[in-house]
């Protein structure tokens, strides 16, 4: 298993029941995927459908620049 097999199996991933943080971050549209940094940050919001692979790993890439 190479390293970005990994790394798509171990980031968390909340399911927000209450809606309790979607009205915190006035989410109006689902689906919504928040990228968070180690310190809770939100540093992208994408919303629309089911992100692939390739375009997480997009994101992720952007935000390591």
């Known amino acids: 298993m190479n390293n ?3 790394r798509w199996d171990s980031f968390p991933i909340l399911l927000d ?3 309790e943080v979607a009205e915190q971050h006035r989410v109006v549209s689902l689906p919504v995927t928040f990228f968070v940094d180690a310190k809770g940050i939100i540093k992208e919001q994408v919303f629309g459908g089911t992100l692939t692979k390739k375009q997480i790993g ?8």
């Open 4 to 6: 970005s097999r990994k």
């Open 17 to 19: 029941q209450d809606v």
């Open 58 to 65: 997009e994101v992720f890439l952007r935000l390591k620049k």
